[in-house]
């Protein structure tokens, strides 16, 4: 088999990673962004531990927008 060969479950395969990992950084971007223009404190661990935990810092921190009246 030819190492360069990628059949088409692989390539969807990997389209949907690819299309999974784009929507988790574009999550981590928000988060810190928003969080940086709140005054939230660490932004940047916020967008991080999006970036390892997935969806779990996404729903606190909608979770602690909504309590401080943002949301």
Known sequence: MDP???DLATAR????Y???YVVVVGFAVWIYRDARSEGVRYPAV???ATLVFTI????A???L????GGV
């Open 4 to 6: 360069l060969f990628v």
């Open 65 to 68: 927008k909504s309590r401080r």
């Open 18 to 20: 690819g299309a999974l």
């Open 13 to 16: 395969t990997l389209a949907y």
């Open 56 to 59: 779990v810092p996404v729903v």
């Open 46 to 48: 916020w967008a991080l």
């Open 61 to 63: 921190y909608m979770l």
